[in-house]
């Protein structure tokens, strides 16, 4: 599991690949990278299932269970399976490089959510809004 400090260096390396199809698959493991460091904050080990094919799928269903708030994030993670699944079918497209490059903003959105409920357990609770995080200020 790639440190969480690390995440976003590694989505923006993933999203300038020149081979779409490998960096695709590396955003998607980061994408699982970062639910399962929020699994693992929650003191649950990661699951290995799958769900509709994709690990990240069964990530996301273990993390929200019980944190409603975290289905917010839900559709993110189905962009990036289906993101992989369009570069990985044609990978000659014209427009490849402009899918990963969205697969990446994906990629970072899923981060900054996940990396922000860690640090404010509330986010999301309106409708995937940082709101909580500007109450206090």
Known sequence: ???????????????????????????????????????????????????????LLALHRQGAKGVPSFNACRE???????????????PDHPEVASRLQMMGLIATHLYLFIAGKLEESELGDFCCSSRPLHAAE
């Open 76 to 90: 993110t993670c189905r962009e990036l399976a289906y993101h992989l699944n369009l570069i990985s079918a044609k």
């Open 1 to 55: 599991m790639t440190p969480l400090a690390d995440i976003e260096l590694e989505i923006s390396a993933a999203a300038a690949m020149d081979d779409a199809k490998t960096g695709a698959e590396r955003l998607l493991g980061l994408g699982e990278d970062v639910v399962c460091h929020w699994i693992a904050a929650h003191g649950e080990t990661p699951t290995t299932d799958s769900r509709e094919g994709f690990r």
